[in-house]
């Protein structure tokens, strides 16, 4: 319960700042892909409060996560020439800042009107929305259209990876933890349920909807940054359904389950980048495999109420 | 409730329907099949809008207010159909009612300060407090759905008696139960009203619940008030009578004909 949160927070940035220690060790190639998996951390576990918690169905993470990275990028691009050096690394946590809340503006903006939707239904409207959002950056000159933006300064490290992710674990749990977050389960569990309580469920809804598109505007904001390189291809549909894989794969709803999914599966492909063209194939009968064999997902050990066997 | 109607297209479920709840009292509201009695109570909790007709609670008009909002008004329901969250635990099946009325949010959620960790605390000794007038408490760590179908009913009740109503809505809350789990709900639904003092309105099917325990008893028949009073009136009114058994005899007489059914 409360005591989790904290713990969680602890452990999370006790991990960050031992990886970034040793990151001097690394080579750059394990340093590239320790970052991948950081971001892949943020964008999982914030789905996993919309997707998981909540019980809505988005499929537009990666059009959040477009959102925040071209908005950071282009504030950096603007601004880096003119801040003077030393001041570098606080224009970098601004524009994850402002990148960050651009998305969960995009966020209220697509949530609001489409949240009375349910199911398939949202799961459709989201998905609109990330492909609009896509050719939007592709037409926009300002963003660089097809080409997308490049020399994006190079501030993204594992520190900042790290933190952000711990931030994001912390945030979601403590969150869920709390008798206020409670209401996240409620409206997954039973909408009219909820209502009776005293629950709204478009607001808690709103809620997950606008911080979910944060932190996935604040992954994109670190992967720009990282990537030096930011196309609008890189943000379509196939993206949004790599975060859903890890949320579905971890088991919806189950933070720890969810990091371990997005840290196999970004792992996963760098493992296999011979067989790169089989990837979706993979990801498909992962998917169904595990559908079939366990619907809860594949770390999922216990149920979330996890001291329910002291009654039996 | 003052001459309420709803319509759905060309049915008129419940017409011009007048009901006053006092402090304290508890009512009952019966009627066949079909009668309009979980529409009153959908009108009440705001599930549904009343095509005609005001509902004011306390002085205070209910029209427009999202269930939600008349939950916080101080009018708390049970469902027909069990509805409980069944993810969650009893514990946090109680206390997620708890957040109506408590004045930490988000943020607090987040930053954890000590005046959240002092309202946690507090709701949680208040949930495992009701938890355990109800009996309920050694579930406490059981998931919802895992738990008998009458303590699932009793905890229905919990959790909506937690978000502290003045006006309590039971609707069916003996519907699937034995003799033995009925005359324990009856014993329990006096109880409440005696020591949480709040109102009660009891929609039931069974005629030994309702009138065992209710002051005044208001009879719907298709939409449409028939009668109304204490349980002795009711029972000998010739209207409540007829709606009652009239109906099954005129089912009775269509099924022997094996004719038609009449109208």
């Given at each position: ?312 | 409730m003052q001459r309420c109607t709803i319509r759905f297209g060309g049915l008129t479920a419940v017409s011009e329907l007048d009901l006053h709840i006092?402090?304290?009292?508890l009512i009952g509201l019966i009627g066949p099949n079909g009668a309009g009695k979980t529409t009153a109570f959908n009108m009440i909790t705001g599930v549904y809008q009343p095509t005609e007709g005001e509902i ?6 209910l029209a ?13 329901r049970t469902f027909q159909n ?87 809505l039971l609707d069916e809350p003996a519907a ?24 009660v309105l009891l929609v039931e099917h069974d005629m030994k619940v309702v009138m065992?325990?209710c002051e005044r008893i208001v009879v719907l028949d298709h939409g449409i008030k028939i009668a109304e009073g204490s349980p002795s009136e009711v029972r000998n009114d010739i209207k409540v009578v007829e709606a009652y058994l009239g109906d099954k005899h005129l089912k009775k007489a269509a099924a022997d004909a094996?004719s038609s059914p009449a109208d």
């Amino acid at each position: 319960m409360q005591l989790g949160a904290k713990r969680w927070l602890f452990g999370a940035v006790l991990v960050a700042l031992g990886v970034s220690a040793l990151s001097g060790h690394f080579n750059r190639y394990y340093l590239g892909v320790a970052i991948d998996v950081g971001i892949s951390i943020i964008l999982a576990a914030s789905l996993n409060l919309i997707n998981g918690y909540t019980g809505q169905f988005s499929l537009g993470h990666a059009g959040f996560m477009a959102v925040g990275g071209f908005t950071a990028a282009k504030l950096t691009l603007l601004l880096a020439p003119i801040v003077p050096e030393a001041a570098h690394p606080a224009l970098f946590a601004g524009s994850i800042l402002v990148g960050g809340t651009v998305a969960a503006l995009a966020g209220l903006a697509v949530g609001l009107p489409s949240l009375r939707l349910r199911g398939d239904y949202l799961a459709i409207v989201t998905l609109g929305f990330g492909e609009i959002i896509r050719v939007i950056f592709q037409t926009s000159e300002t963003f660089g259209a097809a080409t997308g933006l490049t020399g994006i300064p190079k501030f993204t490290t594992l520190f900042w990876t790290w933190g952000v992710a711990a931030l994001t674990v912390y945030v979601v749990a403590s969150l869920v933890n709390s008798t206020y977050g409670r209401g996240f389960l409620c409206v997954h569990d039973d909408e009219v349920a909820a209502a009776a309580m005293g629950i709204s469920p478009t607001r808690y809804k709103v809620t997950a909807f606008v911080t979910g598109a944060f932190f996935a505007g604040m992954a994109g904001a670190l992967y720009a940054h990282h990537k030096q390189v930011l196309k609008p291809d890189g943000f379509d549909f196939m993206k949004s359904i790599d975060i859903v894989v890890m949320v579905i794969l971890g088991g919806m709803g189950n933070t720890v389950g969810v990091i371990l999914a997005a840290v196999l599966l970004t792992v996963l492909p760098e493992l296999l980048r011979g067989l790169a063209d089989y990837r979706m194939i993979l990801y498909s009968l992962l998917i169904i495999g595990l559908m079939l064999t366990r619907p809860q997902g594949l770390f999922t050990l216990r149920r979330r109420v996890d001291r329910s066997r002291t009654a039996n | 409730m003052q001459r309420c109607t709803i319509r759905f297209g060309g049915l008129t479920a419940v017409s011009e329907l007048d009901l006053h709840i006092g402090g304290d009292e508890l009512i009952g509201l019966i009627g066949p099949n079909g009668a309009g009695k979980t529409t009153a109570f959908n009108m009440i909790t705001g599930v549904y809008q009343p095509t005609e007709g005001e509902i004011h609670f306390g002085g205070t008009s209910l029209a427009g207010q999202a269930p939600q909002e008349i939950t916080g008004l101080g009018i708390a329901r049970t469902f027909q159909n069990i509805r409980l969250f069944p993810s969650l635990s009893v514990f946090d099946n109680v206390r997620v009612a708890f957040q109506l009325r408590q004045k930490t949010g988000l943020f607090q959620s987040l930053l954890r300060g000590a005046a959240f960790k002092r309202n946690e605390q507090q709701i949680e000794s208040e949930v495992l407090e009701i938890l355990d007038i109800f009996k309920l408490g050694r579930f406490r760590h059981t998931m919802s759905k895992n738990l008998p179908y009458g303590d699932q009913r009793r905890l229905e009740i919990v959790r909506a008696l937690a978000t502290k109503p003045r006006l309590l809505l039971l609707d069916e809350p003996a519907a699937g139960m034995n003799p033995t789990e009925k005359t324990e709900l009856t014993r329990l639904i006096g109880f409440i009203k005696d020591k949480f003092r709040i109102s009660v309105l009891l929609v039931e099917h069974d005629m030994k619940v309702v009138m065992g325990i209710c002051e005044r008893i208001v009879v719907l028949d298709h939409g449409i008030k028939i009668a109304e009073g204490s349980p002795s009136e009711v029972r000998n009114d010739i209207k409540v009578v007829e709606a009652y058994l009239g109906d099954k005899h005129l089912k009775k007489a269509a099924a022997d004909a094996d004719s038609s059914p009449a109208d």
